[in-house]
């Protein structure tokens, strides 16, 4: 089992950044991707980054150029830089980590909020 916990979320306005991380618990050697996905109020959840085990990244086109997905094995924890905000950003942002089996884990998000 694996626990993920985020945390960096918060109000910023336009044009600002933002630092998500999101550590993990449990045995996460079996993990070969992790994610960040959002939702935004009233829409179904999206997929924004993911970085694999080989530190490969790959980016939503909305946030290309302004997010930046980053991992710390060592603390097993991965990280979302997130600059250039604008108000669409806002939402939930929640991380996942899968493998190519079935483990799949998400975490219960962190809020970002991003005023005009």
């Known amino acids: 089992q694996v626990q993920l916990v985020e945390s960096g979320g918060g109000l910023v306005q336009t044009g600002g950044c933002l630092r998500l991380?999101?550590?993990?618990?449990?045995?996460?050697?079996?993990?070969?991707?992790m994610g960040w996905y959002r939702q935004a109020p009233g829409k179904e959840r999206e997929w924004v980054a993911t970085?694999?085990?080989?530190?490969?990244?790959a980016y939503a086109d909305p946030v290309k150029g302004r997010f930046t997905i980053s991992r710390d094995n060592a603390k097993a924890t991965v990280y979302l830089q997130m600059n250039s905000l604008k108000p669409e950003d806002t939402g939930v942002y929640y991380c996942?980590?899968?493998?190519?089996?079935?483990?799949?884990?998400w975490g219960k998000g962190t809020l970002v909020t991003v005023s005009s």
């Open positions: 970085i694999t085990s080989l530190s490969l990244t």
């Open positions: 996942r980590f899968w493998s190519s089996n079935v483990s799949n884990y």
């Open positions: 991380s999101c550590a993990a618990s449990g045995s996460t050697s079996s993990i070969n991707y």
